[in-house]
């Protein structure tokens, strides 16, 4: 009885380490990899986000460089052929969109992905500078790409499902890179300098006056003179006049 009871403490030890390990697998899987949200989406887009902060006088350079290598040897490239690398470019926040194509339902096109069998194909996709420029900052991530191709009904083929892996731990819905360029500060307007004032206007020569001076006395006083002279005089010679008809009439 005792020997049972060990052994199936011993099973049971067995299938918890077991469990365990099975969610460690499945915490690492999908940690390191992530499906997008629209597993249906006929086609891969890669997201382009160009950050610019800061004074320009030149509107900076926006276009960058990728690079969709084919890690399998039949997996199509957008180009038409299959293995070795595509590279691509996209201007500004921008994005550059693959569809997926298929044998036997489409034709092929130029910018597409064409797949003439089932299996799940492996990509690899990176931003590509061969020559940094200053002040600028580049997305370095590294992204992993599976593209799965499974057959479809009435003998065709078509779209299974896409997995997308960033190298982190992170999980992106989408592959996207986001690129920075910083500037200088705003250079300061001069100030506008003041404006001389106006001189003021020499005052004017003052013309002849209307009423001249009479022997050296201006025109009101010489009136008031002529006034108080007149008050003094003018009794006086009455007095005189009529002193002297007094005496003819003695």
Request: aromatic residues 12%; contains cysteine; negative net charge.
């Amino acid at each position: 009885m005792k020997k049972m009871n060990n052994k199936r403490t011993r099973l049971w030890r067995r299938a918890v380490a077991a469990g365990l390990l099975g969610l460690l697998v499945l915490f690492m899987l999908n940690s390191t990899y992530t499906y997008a949200s629209d597993v249906t989406k006929p086609e891969l887009e890669v997201k382009q986000i160009f950050e610019k902060s800061g004074y320009f006088e030149e509107e900076p350079d926006d276009v960058f460089t990728y690079r969709l290598t084919a890690l399998d040897a039949d997996a199509p490239l957008p180009n038409g052929t299959k293995g070795g690398a595509y590279d691509f470019t996209i201007k500004g926040s921008d994005s550059a969109v693959f569809p997926y194509l298929y044998k036997g339902t489409d034709t092929a096109a130029e910018g597409s992905f064409f797949f003439e069998h089932v299996g799940v194909f492996t990509y690899e996709l990176k931003q590509v500078v061969e020559s940094p420029k200053e002040n600028y900052t580049y997305d370095e991530t590294v992204y992993t790409i599976r593209i799965s191709v499974l057959n479809q009904p009435d003998d065709k083929i078509g779209f299974g499902w896409v997995e997308i892996s960033n190298g982190h731990d992170e999980k992106p819905e989408s592959v996207e890179f986001t690129n920075k360029c910083k500037g200088g500060e705003e250079p300061t307007k001069p100030t506008e300098p003041t404006k001389p004032t106006k001189p003021t206007d020499p005052t004017k020569p003052t013309g002849p006056s209307p009423n001249p001076p009479i022997l050296g006395i201006e025109g009101n006083n010489f009136a008031w003179i002529l006034l108080a002279a007149f008050v003094l005089v003018v009794p006086g010679a009455v007095y005189l006049i009529v002193r002297g008809t007094r005496k003819k009439e003695q």
